[in-house]
């Protein structure tokens, strides 16, 4: 469960791009003389604008140090950010000046805070040559320069620094050396265990006191990761602790375990404490949950010689900075979406000399930093106001580099999913994104007392989620001999996958209806690099046989694609090595079977989107003489410990995408994820040479061979692209002055300066 975890986690540089504020720093096609959004009438004067916010704010509005997605969206809000990506999650590098680029048919123009030159150099190294707007000001009036930039870059890269942002594990050049030398006290106690007797750096009473603080947190710390697995649905509601624990991949505890005894097991397996709980978190910071880590155990201790700066953070003028890199990362330039955070209100004037190695802050102590947690400022289009009893009230800010927003004043509405609907319906709730269903899409529509989702109560936006559903199969499972890369064992991975990718539209048009559509690779369709329909060589997933040549045409009916199918899936058995007699297999080759498993999650009841496209093809594959034998697996948890442990010959499951189409994590021979199991060097020398190139056409046509490996080995079968809502109160909210195209990059407050309040 933890290297699942990590898949799902996106770098601090595009955090934004998953909230209703996804893309604020941009803007669109120029909407400044649409009387819609001149901002006449009372209405953007006195009624606030109320946005739902999921439940879990914790008051954390640093963008330094925020950790719960509500906080995040708080932070979004407030703050500005350096880098700014279109609707596709494509950095736009000239934002200053602004790029059009075309999306779905449509040019848009996106602006933003500063332009990134990126220059890759014969030694290997990288520039990012960043220039800042000369006319950004924080909302207490001061001008925003690269200093606060620089001063940031230095927050997150202390050595002492705690947060989500993970800029330090980026090869910026001089960043180790700075780094080094000094540690956070609690790493130095934790890692020398409970029976230390070497008080060099700390005292006994210390140690004593922070092992007591420590077992104070050990209870709460795991429990959170009980309550993690029962809220996302992995196991049931009143699981035992023991039934967490195997969900979260820890499977061999007593059934009467507690809490210690998880945590305890989370220890074993890991060689120090500190990367146990760093690695193991279901959210919060173990040590910051105890009781003296701001004013204690968070400060850094001298423990050897570091470097006065770092030797890859340049200022070049008032408004610029290089930064180097000694390497090529293709995901650096996402790691810029720096915030612009004001140096004066968040660190010490005093404390900042550029050319005499002092940044706003004495090194490895934050303390001043976070002393601003719950009161952010910044350079948003709006400024935080108050927070109290679910709610954080903002108002606009006058001087937004982009104009001042339309609608005065801002609420959001911390709210659960069930009362997302309902708060519309109400009139407490103005937008707001519930998770996306036909049960979601029956109860708008019935609230409009109509068939139709945009309706005089509610307007419903769906775009695409960030993420796909695939069927994987397992080639050391799947196979013909004990060689999983041979052809017969392909051959015989693409007949399965030949059959039961022709039931895919039926299947997803059913469950999904209008919803989401079927994908043909292994990519969200949400991703830049994601192929289309009108690249050179596109392909319907496996609609070639054995020999190549195509096994439909565009004439054929439903009912002739499913024989046609039968067809060439028999024609991909007999070149595996299976005895065919009369359109019937009769005998399997060694290692190989006449029968497979696939495993789905369908609640044991059959509701997944996949469960019809496999009922299907079962029918379909016994008539040919295989037998798919679908298990539906009512404990999340179980299905998850079948393909990640390789005892699944096949499951259903999906990913959730990040920003950039980096494929090492499951498809390298090496990479955390890869239940795959896929080994190929051609495949990791593409994902390699990928990663560590800059240029997003060649990265595209890169991953792109790489998926047409993916698929020669018939481990997935892309199965569907789903959607997400956002739903806005059609009576309050001007819809005409929403964004158009919707993305999980460009939300509905993408242009929230332009956004109107219905006005007459």
Not at 15 to 38: E, H, I, K, Q, R
Not at 462 to 485: C, F, K, M, Q, T
Not at 495 to 520: F, H, K, M, P, Q
Not at 654 to 677: E, I, S, V
Request: hydrophobic fraction near 35%; charge should be negative; proline fraction near 4%.
């Amino acid at each position: 469960m933890r290297k699942a975890r990590k898949l799902l986690a996106l770098p601090l540089a595009l955090a934004m791009s998953l909230s209703l504020l996804a893309g604020c720093n941009n803007s669109g096609t120029d909407t400044s003389g649409d009387p819609a959004n001149s901002g006449q009438g009372n209405a953007n004067e006195t009624t606030p604008l109320v946005v739902a916010i999921e439940q879990g704010l914790e008051g954390r509005f640093s963008p330094f140090f925020y950790l719960a997605a509500a906080d995040e969206e708080v932070v979004m809000m407030s703050q500005l950010f350096l880098l700014t990506v279109d609707r596709a999650g494509e950095p736009v590098l000239n934002a200053i000046e602004g790029e059009t680029r075309e999306y779905n048919g449509t040019d848009y123009t996106y602006y933003g805070p500063a332009n990134i030159a990126v220059t890759e150099n014969e030694d290997g190294s990288v520039y990012y040559d960043v220039t800042m707007r000369d006319d950004i000001y924080f909302s207490d009036g001061e001008n925003a320069t690269i200093d606060d930039v620089i001063f940031g870059m230095y927050v997150y890269l202390d050595p002492t620094y705690d947060g989500n942002a993970t800029l330090f594990s980026r090869p910026i050049q001089g960043v180790e050396e700075y780094r080094s030398g000094i540690t956070p006290l609690y790493q130095l106690i934790a890692n020398a265990g409970r029976d230390n007797t070497d008080f060099t750096n700390w005292t006994q009473e210390q140690q004593t006191q922070f092992w007591s603080e420590v077992d104070a947190v050990i209870e709460p710390w795991t429990q959170e990761i009980v309550d993690y697995v029962i809220n996302n649905g992995l196991v049931p509601e009143g699981a035992s602790v023991a039934e967490a624990a195997a969900a979260w991949n820890f499977p061999d505890l007593a059934q009467d375990a507690t809490l210690t005894d998880f945590f305890n097991a989370i220890l074993a397996a890991y060689p120090t404490f500190v990367e146990a709980v760093q690695t193991e978190s279901a959210g919060s910071n173990f040590f910051s949950l105890m009781e003296s880590y701001e004013d204690q155990w968070s400060l850094g201790v001298e423990t050897g010689e570091s470097a006065p700066n770092i030797s890859g953070i340049q200022k070049t003028g008032e408004y610029s900075m290089r930064v180097v890199t000694t390497e090529v990362d293709a995901t650096m330039i996402y790691q810029l979406s720096l915030p612009i955070a004001p140096l004066h209100y968040y660190g010490d004037e005093a404390l900042y000399d550029y050319e005499n190695n002092m940044f706003g802050f004495e090194k490895g102590d934050l303390s001043i930093i976070r002393e601003k947690t719950t009161d952010p400022m910044g350079a948003g289009p709006y400024v935080f106001d108050s927070y109290a009893n679910g709610q954080v009230v903002f108002t606009a800010y006058e001087d937004y580099y982009l104009g001042a927003p339309k609608i005065k004043n801002f609420i959001y509405q911390e709210t659960s999913e069930a009362d997302m609907v309902t708060g519309l319906q109400s009139g407490t709730l103005d937008i707001a994104d519930p998770s996306y269903s036909n049960q979601v899409a029956d109860q708008v529509t019935q609230i409009n007392g109509s068939e139709e989702l945009d309706g005089s109560v509610i307007t419903t936006r769906l775009y695409d989620y960030l993420g796909y559903g695939y069927i994987g199969i397992n080639p050391e499972r799947v196979r013909v001999g004990d060689d999983s890369a041979s052809d017969a064992s392909r051959n015989l991975r693409k007949a399965l996958a030949t059959i039961i990718s022709v039931y895919r539209d039926e299947g997803i048009n059913s469950y999904y209806e209008e919803t989401a559509s079927v994908i043909n690779y292994p990519i969200s369709s949400t991703s830049w690099a994601a192929p289309v329909t009108t690249d050179d060589g596109y392909q319907v997933a496996y609609s070639v046989d054995v020999d190549g040549n195509p096994i439909y045409t565009a004439e054929m009916s439903a009912q002739e694609r499913y024989e046609a199918a039968q067809q060439a899936a028999l024609g991909y058995l007999e070149a595996a090595g299976f005895t065919v007699e009369g359109g019937v297999v009769t005998a399997a080759p060694e290692g190989a079977k006449l029968n497979y498993q696939v495993n789905i999650g369908g609640g044991g009841n059959g509701d997944h989107p996949t469960y019809m496209i496999l009922t299907n093809a079962a029918n379909a594959l016994q008539e040919i003489g295989i037998t798919l034998n679908i298990n539906d697996i009512a404990n999340a948890s179980e299905l998850y410990s079948t393909y990640q442990t390789g005892s699944a010959e096949l499951w259903c499951a999906a990913w959730q995408a990040t920003p950039d189409p980096d494929m090492y994590q499951l498809y390298h021979t090496n990479g955390t994820t890869n239940y795959y199991r896929i080994s190929d060097p051609e495949l990791d020398a593409l994902i390699e040479d990928g990663r560590t190139n800059t240029n997003q056409t060649y990265r595209k046509e890169i991953y792109k061979t790489a998926m047409e490996i993916i698929m020669d080995w018939a481990v997935e079968i892309p199965v569907y692209q789903r959607s997400e809502a956002y739903l806005i109160a059609s009576q309050v909210v001007d819809v005409s002055t929403l964004p158009t195209d919707l993305t999980p990059y460009w939300g509905p407050l993408a242009e929230i300066h332009t956004l109107s309040l219905v006005t007459q």
